[in-house]
């Protein structure tokens, strides 16, 4: 964690300020120690560079949370040869519709600060970083430490930077008003608080700004067919509806899409300015 990155976070209880506490850094990054909130005096350890910002404790999670937390930790290492398995059974290819279809209605530009909230391995993150170029600054959150290792490990052998930080989706540790663009894609199907999670990403864009959400869903019908009746039994997943009945009131441009042969949604919409 570099240290100008606390200037980003607050405290995901009460969103107060953070006091850092140092014990282990290099010239550019925090290695260990903790950041402890002037607010409700909670405390967050810092170690291997990784905060971990979980709100509430794991043990508190609500049950769907929990479990999936569980099951991502059980198939990290395993995760990226499933998930190209089973895009390939789609016929999709990487990073190609990544690109097109998750990057591109995010509206990037060299230098925006953009954050990925359920960012798993970190497939998104490399195209981002293309998109906002070395100026740019990229934050990336997951509740699960093995995805979130991964990812970090990823992103090492490219050469490319980001901000990690452990956390819940529904609990954000950003300051109001931050990031010029937000994305979580394969996350809120199994998030306990979605209306809650929803609301948090829209709390840290920038008024005006984009933001994307995506998982898992048949587009009406495809349910009824062959395909759509072998990826239900698959994957219950896919019996999931995009959550449009969350989606606040101070949003513009809601558009919602069906991708990948009708397999996946996408709601994407702007921060109102007001």
């Not at 190209?84 to 190609?96: D, K, S, T």
């Not at 609301?199 to 700004?209: C, H, I, N, Q, Y």
Request: glycine share 10%; aromatic share 10%; with cysteine.
């Amino acid at each position: 964690m570099k240290l100008e990155t606390l200037g980003y976070l607050c405290c995901p209880a009460c969103r107060g300020e953070f006091e850092i506490m140092i014990e282990a850094q290099t010239e550019s990054e925090v290695l260990v120690g903790r950041v402890v909130c002037h607010g409700c005096q909670r405390s967050y350890e810092i170690n291997y560079g990784l905060p971990n910002l979980v709100y509430p404790d794991p043990e508190e999670l609500p049950v769907i949370d929990a479990m999936f937390l569980k099951q991502y930790e059980r198939i990290a290492t395993s995760y990226d040869r499933t998930l190209r398995l089973m895009l390939l059974v789609l016929g999709i290819r990487e990073p190609r519709t990544r690109k097109r279809d998750l990057v591109a209605p995010l509206e990037l530009a060299p230098g925006d600060c953009v954050l990925e909230v359920g960012a798993g391995t970190g497939s998104n993150l490399p195209i981002i970083a293309e998109q906002i170029g070395k100026e740019g600054k990229l934050f990336a959150l997951d509740l699960s430490p093995g995805m979130l290792a991964v990812a970090r490990e990823k992103l090492k052998r490219k050469g490319i930077e980001a901000e990690f930080a452990l956390g819940n989706g529904a609990y954000l540790p950003y300051k109001d008003d931050l990031f010029d663009a937000v994305l979580n894609f394969g996350g809120i199907n199994t998030f306990g608080e979605k209306e809650r999670a929803i609301a948090e990403l829209v709390r840290v864009t920038k008024p005006g700004a984009k933001i994307v959400i995506g998982d898992e869903g048949l587009a009406s019908g495809k349910e009824n067919t062959w395909f759509g009746r072998r990826l239900l039994k698959m994957n219950t997943l896919f019996a999931n509806k995009p959550p449009k009945e969350f989606v606040p009131k101070q949003v513009e441009d809601f558009q919602l899409k069906w991708i990948w042969r009708g397999t996946f949604y996408v709601m994407e919409f702007r921060k109102t300015l007001a």
